[in-house]
C-alpha cells in the first residue's frame, strides 16, 4: 500500500473529522453520505439498512481464486471476535472482546498502530457475560469512535487521538452486580447514540438508550417491559398488527411484578429508516428460561418494535414468541428494502431471520405481516405462524404440543426440540443483494433437549432454570449449520450450502457477483449467487466476526476477525471442555442442582453448546487475529 507522510494523514483525516462536525445535529445525514462511498466502511452493517451489501467489484467470481493474505494483525486477546473493524479514510477502527481494546491502525503502513484504547474494568464482569465476552464492534460519528463497553459504560474517543471525549453508564453499576453487560454495537442516528443492553440470563430487565452525541446525556430510555412510561408505548396509538396495544401492555401479561426481571434484552444490531425516522431492533427471552414460572405472553419479550428516533415513542411492535419456552430471542438484525413486491403490491419491508426459525418479511412503516415461513425444514417446535387475521391467533406461531416445555412442565426433559436454544441464526447478520434480490443467511442446523426447573432470583446471579443438551439436527450428513439463499417475498431457500459447524459469521454480498462468510473451523469462503464456492483459506482461528470490504489506493480488500469463541466456541473459549471448569460453571449456574455423571455435566456446560460442538475442538483453537486479503499486485 503506498505511504503517506504524517502530515498529509494529519491533514486527510483531520478534513474528514472537520466534515463530521459541520453535521453534529443530524449525524445520520453525514453517515448515510459516507456510507454510500464504497471504498470506506462506516457502520457495523453497512448502512443504516443492515444490508451488508458493498457496491465494489474489482473481486470477482472469475479472480476471487486468486485472493491472497495482504497483512495480519493480532489483537492480543483471547476470547471469540464478533463484529468487524470499520474503515474511514486511510484510518482502520478494530476492537477486541473483553477488555474491549480498540486500535486504530494506519492503512498506508500496513496496519501499523496509530493509537490504542484499553479501559480498564472490574473483571467481576467476565462470570457474567453468559456466552462468551464478546463485543459487536465501534460506531463512527461526528468525529468520534464510540464504544459501547463489557462493564456497559459507552465511550466515545476521538477518532484522530483515541482520547476520551464522554464516558456515561449505560447500566445501573459496572461490577457485575445487576448482572448488566454490554456486548452490542451502538449506532449513530442523527445526533443520538443507541445503545442496548445484554444479561437476560440474570434476570435483567432490558432497554434500548439514546445518548446526545455531542455530549453523552441521556435523551430517552425505552425499556422492553414495565408500564407505559417505561416501554414509551402509547395504548392507543401503538398497534400490534394493526391494533393498539392496550394500557400497560408490558405488564398485564406477567404474573404480579415479575417483569422487573423480565429479561428482554437488546443485544442485537439496530437499522433505521430516515425516511420514517424509526429505529428498529429485536429484544431477546424473558426471565427465567423456565416458562412454568412466569404464566402469559411476556410481553415485550420477543418482540420487534419500531421506535421513533427523536424520542424512543413506539410507533408498532410484534411479538414473534409469545410466552418464549426455548430461549429463542428475538434480537437479530432488521434488513431493509424499498419496494419489495410480496402477492403483488409493492411494499418498502422489514426482513427479519429469528432465532425461532421463522423468517419474517414485514411493511416496515405499519407493522403489517407480510411472509413468515421457517427457513429450516428442521424446525418443529411450530407448525406454522397463523396468517388469518380473522383469526384469535393471528401473528402467532402454531406450538407443537411434544415440544412444549411449558405443556411437559418441570423437571421433565422434551427432547428433539428443533432449533435449539441458540437459534436457527444468532445475531451473525445475513447480508441482502440488490443485484440478486436475495438474502444470504448464515444459519445454524441444531436441535436440543431441554428440561426446566424451578429457580429464585438474586441480584447478580445466574437466573437460567434450564439444563440443555445440543446436537445435529436429524438426518443428513451430521452438518450443524447451512449457508443459504432466501426468497423474502416468497419464504423460500433457494439453495442451501451445509457446513460441518453453525454458521456463525456475518455474511457479505458484493456487486461482484461474490458472496462471503466464514466458518467455526476458521476458514473464510467465497461463493457465487448460486452457491458455488470459489475460495476458502484457512485462518489461525474459528470464525465468528463479520466479513468486511474495503478499498484503499484503488485496490478492493476483505477483511475478517478470527477468534473461535461465541456461545457456540464457548466451550474453546471458556475452557469449559474440562470438567473440573464445566462442574465449576454447573456449580455457578444451577443453584444446586445436580446435572448427573461427567459426561452430562460437560455436556449440558455452556447452555448445552459445549457438548453440541465439543468436535470443534479437533479444528481450530483460540486466537484472534485481524485478516485482510487482497488480490495479487
Not at 276 to 283: A, P, S
Not at 403 to 419: L, R, V
Request: aromatic share 10%.
Amino acid at each position: 500500500m503506498r505511504a503517506l507522510t504524517q502530515a498529509t494523514y494529519i491533514a486527510t483525516t483531520s478534513a474528514l473529522l472537520s466534515f463530521g462536525a459541520l453535521y453534529t445535529a443530524s449525524a445520520n445525514e453525514e453517515l448515510a453520505k459516507m456510507a454510500e462511498n464504497p471504498k470506506d466502511w462506516v457502520m457495523q452493517t453497512g448502512d443504516y439498512a443492515n444490508t451488508r451489501y458493498s457496491k465494489l467489484k474489482q473481486i470477482t467470481k472469475e479472480n476471487v481464486k486468486n485472493l491472497q493474505v495482504k497483512w495480519t494483525f493480532s489483537t492480543g486477546v483471547l476470547r471469540g471476535h464478533e463484529g468487524g473493524p470499520l474503515i474511514i479514510g486511510d484510518v482502520m477502527y478494530v476492537h477486541a472482546p473483553f477488555p474491549n481494546t480498540v486500535y486504530a491502525l494506519d492503512l498506508n503502513k500496513d496496519g501499523k498502530i496509530l493509537w490504542k484504547y484499553e479501559p480498564k474494568q472490574d473483571t467481576n464482569v467476565i462470570p457474567i457475560m453468559c456466552c462468551d465476552t464478546v463485543n459487536r464492534g465501534v460506531a463512527y460519528g461526528d468525529g468520534k469512535i464510540i464504544l459501547n463497553q463489557a462493564d456497559t459504560t459507552v465511550v466515545a474517543l476521538d477518532a484522530k487521538t483515541g482520547k476520551v471525549v464522554w464516558s456515561v453508564k449505560n447500566g445501573e453499576n459496572t461490577d457485575g452486580g445487576k448482572g448488566e453487560s454490554g456486548t452490542s454495537a451502538p449506532v449513530v442516528v442523527k445526533d443520538k447514540v443507541l445503545v442496548g443492553v445484554s444479561g437476560a440470563e440474570f434476570g435483567v430487565r432490558g432497554w434500548l438508550a439514546a445518548y446526545n452525541l455531542k455530549d453523552g446525556k441521556l435523551a430517552w430510555k425505552a425499556y422492553s417491559e414495565g408500564p407505559d412510561a417505561d416501554t414509551l408505548l402509547d395504548p392507543e396509538k401503538t398497534t400490534q398488527l394493526g391494533k393498539p396495544v392496550g394500557k400497560d401492555s408490558g405488564t398485564n401479561t406477567w404474573e404480579g411484578e415479575q417483569w422487573k426481571t423480565g429479561g428482554g434484552t437488546t443485544w442485537g444490531w439496530y437499522s433505521y429508516d430516515p425516511k420514517l425516522n424509526l429505529v428498529y431492533y429485536g429484544t431477546g427471552n424473558p426471565s427465567t428460561w423456565n416458562p412454568v414460572q412466569r404464566p402469559g405472553d411476556n410481553r415485550w419479550s420477543m418482540t420487534i418494535f419500531a421506535r421513533d428516533a427523536d424520542t424512543g415513542m413506539a410507533k408498532w411492535v410484534y411479538q414473534m414468541t409469545p410466552h418464549d419456552e426455548w430461549d429463542y430471542d428475538g434480537i437479530n438484525e432488521m434488513i431493509l428494502v424499498d419496494g419489495m413486491e410480496v402477492k403483488g403490491k409493492k411494499h418498502d419491508v422489514l426482513v427479519h431471520f429469528d432465532r425461532n426459525g421463522f423468517a419474517y418479511t414485514m411493511d416496515r412503516a405499519t407493522g403489517d405481516l407480510l411472509v413468515a415461513k421457517k427457513y429450516d425444514p428442521a424446525v418443529n417446535w411450530a407448525t406454522e405462524v397463523n396468517m388469518d387475521p380473522k383469526s384469535k391467533e393471528y401473528g402467532r406461531p402454531q406450538v407443537v404440543a411434544k415440544y412444549s416445555t411449558q405443556q411437559n412442565g418441570e423437571d421433565t426433559n422434551s427432547t428433539g426440540i428443533c432449533p435449539a436454544a441458540l437459534g436457527t441464526k444468532d445475531q451473525q447478520p445475513a447480508a441482502y443483494s440488490p443485484k440478486t434480490g436475495l438474502f444470504y443467511v448464515p444459519t445454524n442446523h441444531v436441535c436440543m433437549d431441554y428440561e426446566p426447573y424451578k429457580v429464585s432470583y438474586t441480584a447478580g446471579q445466574p437466573y437460567v432454570g434450564a439444563t440443555v443438551s445440543m446436537y445435529p439436527a436429524p438426518g443428513g450428513d451430521g452438518n450443524m449449520g447451512n449457508f443459504i439463499a432466501w426468497d423474502a417475498a416468497k419464504g423460500e431457500i433457494v439453495w442451501s450450502k451445509p457446513e460441518q459447524f453453525s454458521v456463525w459469521s456475518g455474511a457479505l454480498a458484493t456487486a461482484g457477483d461474490v458472496i462471503f462468510y466464514g466458518t467455526l473451523e476458521g476458514y473464510i469462503k467465497a461463493v457465487d449467487e448460486k452457491g458455488k464456492e470459489l475460495y476458502k483459506f484457512k485462518t489461525p482461528s474459528g470464525i465468528i466476526g463479520n466479513v468486511t470490504p474495503f478499498e484503499h489506493d484503488g485496490k478492493q480488500y476483505i477483511a475478517v476477525l478470527s477468534g473461535v469463541g461465541g456461545w457456540a466456541g464457548i466451550g474453546l473459549a471458556g475452557g469449559l471442555l474440562s470438567p473440573d471448569n464445566a462442574a465449576a460453571w454447573h456449580g455457578a449456574v444451577d443453584q444446586g442442582r445436580a446435572q448427573g455423571d461427567q459426561a452430562a455435566v460437560v455436556g449440558t456446560a455452556g447452555l448445552g453448546a459445549v457438548g453440541g460442538y465439543a468436535a470443534l475442538a479437533d479444528y481450530t483453537t483460540l486466537g484472534g487475529q485481524l485478516t485482510v486479503f487482497g488480490l495479487p499486485d
